[in-house]
C-alpha cells in the first residue's frame, strides 16, 4: 500500500474528485480543501508529502496558502492554473512552488508532474557514500542531504537542492537549458525555461554575497547556466 498523503485544494468540486479518485485509484491516501485556510489548517495537523492546490480560491488564494506554507516547510508544490495566467505562474515559482499544471489538464499530464516532483523530492542519490562537492565557499554534503555556504547552513527546497547539486557536479561546463530541465526536473521536461529563470533567481538569494552580481551561478544567454567555482 501507498503512504504518501496529497493535499488537493480547489474551490470546484468535480475538479477535486477527478484529482482525488485517479490518485486514490493508485494507492494514494487524498486530503481534499476547497480553499487555503482549510489547507493549511489540515497542513498544520497531518503529514503531507505534496500539496497540490489552485491559484484563484476563495478566503486565502493559492499564492498565499504556498507563502504560508513555505515559511517552515520544503513540500512540494504542485500549482493548478488556468490557461494565460501567466503572471501568476510566475510568482507562484518565486514564492516556492515546484510545478504547475495548466487546466483542463488530463490524467496523464497529472500522474506525470506528480510522478515527477515525488522523484525530485527523494532527496537520497544511489550509491552516495559520505560524498561532498566543495566549490569555493559552498559545500555540499551528499549523505547529509546538506548544503553550507560560507559556513552557515542554507534551506532549500528540494528541486533547489537538486538544481544546486546538478551544477556543482558540472561545474565549469555551460549547461544549456534543456540539459539542466531534463536532469533535474525530468525527461518529460525540457521546454520550460521560466523554471530555471526563477529558481536560478532563488539560489542566487541564498549562495551569492551579491545576487545582482553573482561569482557562482552566471548566465550564458540564448543558451543556459554556468556554475562557476
Do not use: C
Request: hydrophobic share 40%; glycine share 8%.
Amino acid at each position: 500500500m501507498n503512504t504518501t498523503t496529497f493535499l488537493v485544494v480547489d474551490d470546484e468540486k468535480p475538479l477535486l474528485d477527478f484529482v482525488r479518485k485517479n490518485l486514490e485509484v493508485r494507492g494514494y491516501k487524498v486530503l481534499t480543501a476547497s480553499n487555503g485556510l482549510e489547507a493549511l489548517a489540515i497542513f498544520n495537523n497531518e503529514q503531507v508529502d505534496l500539496v497540490i492546490l489552485d491559484v484563484m480560491m476563495p478566503h486565502l488564494d493559492g499564492l498565499e496558502t504556498t507563502r504560508r506554507i513555505r515559511e517552515n516547510s520544503t513540500v512540494p508544490i504542485i500549482i493548478l492554473t488556468a490557461l494565460g495566467e501567466e503572471a501568476d505562474k510566475v510568482r507562484a515559482f518565486d514564492l516556492g512552488a515546484d510545478d504547475y499544471l495548466t487546466k483542463p489538464f488530463g490524467v496523464g499530464e497529472l500522474l506525470g508532474r506528480v510522478k515527477a516532483v515525488l522523484r525530485r523530492s527523494h532527496w537520497s542519490e544511489p550509491n552516495v557514500k559520505d560524498e561532498r562537492i566543495q566549490r569555493g565557499e559552498i559545500l555540499a554534503e551528499l549523505d547529509r542531504h546538506r548544503v553550507t555556504v560560507r559556513g552557515a547552513e542554507i534551506e532549500l527546497t528540494p528541486t533547489e537542492y537538486s538544481l544546486l547539486v546538478y551544477l556543482m557536479r558540472n561545474a565549469g561546463k555551460v549547461l544549456p537549458h534543456r540539459a539542466i530541465l531534463q536532469n533535474v526536473w525530468g525527461a518529460e521536461y525540457g521546454h520550460e525555461a521560466e523554471y530555471l529563470r526563477v529558481y536560478i533567481g532563488r539560489l542566487r538569494q541564498k549562495i551569492e554575497v551579491d545576487p545582482l552580481k553573482p561569482k557562482y551561478l552566471r548566465t550564458e544567454h540564448g543558451i543556459g547556466y554556468v556554475f562557476e567555482g
